[in-house]
């Protein structure tokens, strides 16, 4: 194996730490909250208070989204590498996999910035611009990475599925994953959609897992392989 192959390789647990950082982020900034977080279209007085009072909760929370972000940024760069060893430069699902794996980590990482910023200064603030800033950290954090990140897994899924490259229950979670995360968008009109989110959120993690051990531990196969 040569040294870039061995670099690629170390580079997708980046799918590992992008589901264990943001897990993290969720129990240690619950443990330390010293409330529940407002959800979408809670009073700005409440929202203000939550993120001023627990200061500490958000931003050790934001820190380990940071991480997350950057991360799946890295196991992203892998997994469009691999996508473009088994479907080659042309075809949509080269595409697919960059767009969706850098939107998925950028939508991330400015939702945790906008926390950030909301830990800092949301008790100087206007209410207004804290119900906004609140709305923006919820939807970039929310749907928008959700459904990004679905395009980025069902696309590497479809593309495994077909070159037989992945054990056949790793595509076919991820594509059931990349299914509900992009269904989640109806939950902009329909609320009790809104459980696609963490569905497909939780999906997405598992199938990050198993894609980075694979690719890590070196146990995929040629494109084309049976098995």
Known sequence: MTATARSRDLRAL??????VF???????????????????GAPATEVAGYFTESRTAVLVSGLL????????????LCIVAFVRRMAGEMGALPGLTLGGGAFAAVFLLASALLAWVLALTAAGLGLDLVSTLRDLNFLFGGG??????GLFVGATSIAALRAKTLPRWIPWLGIVAAALSILSLTSLVFFP???????????????SIAVGLVLALGKQREPGAGG
């Not at 950057?70 to 992203?76: G, Q, R, T």
Request: net charge neutral; aromatic share 8%; glycine share 8%.
């Open 193 to 207: 959609a809104t459980i696609l989110l963490p569905l497909g959120r939780l999906l997405s993690f598992v199938w």
């Open 144 to 149: 928008a990475h959700v459904v990004s990140l």
């Open 14 to 19: 980046g799918g590992v730490l992008f589901a």
């Open 65 to 76: 989204q940071v991480l997350s972000a950057i991360s799946l940024s890295v196991f992203a």
């Open 22 to 40: 943001f897990i993290a982020s969720l129990v240690l900034g619950g443990a330390l909250a010293s409330d529940s977080l407002p959800l979408p």
